[in-house]
């Protein structure tokens, strides 16, 4: 858990992903769209990958990827983060982040 929180309070945008998924990649490609310069781990290619989906999933995220974290607070899965972008959530809380500047 301790190198969740270091990891996730280093950056504006977050994403924790997986090559393999294709939500994850879906994700991705949104925030990049954005012009938004995310911080990603693909948690099949880190050491580590193992112990971070198992924190992820004892921070009540499932699935555990694609999981991401705004502003150092967890915004959650794919159906999260899309519900916020089609109600018009997701820019305003990037720019709070300091993560978009439109």
Avoid at 32 to 37: P, Q, S
Avoid at 44 to 51: A, K, M, T, V, Y
Avoid at 65 to 90: D, E, K, R
Wanted: glycine residues 8%; aromatic residues 6%.
């Amino acid at each position: 858990m301790e190198n969740l929180q270091k990891m996730i309070s280093e950056k504006s945008v977050v994403i924790f992903s997986k090559n393999s998924c294709c939500m994850s990649h879906t994700i991705k490609t949104l925030f990049l769209d954005f012009g938004v310069n995310p911080t990603i781990y693909e948690l099949d290619e880190i050491n580590i990958g193992r112990e971070i989906e198992q924190a992820l999933a004892q921070l009540g995220c499932s699935p555990t990827v694609p999981v991401v974290f705004i502003g150092g607070q967890l915004v959650g899965g794919a159906n999260q983060v899309m519900s916020l972008h089609l109600n018009c959530s997701l820019v305003p809380m990037l720019k709070r982040a300091g993560a978009l500047w439109l």
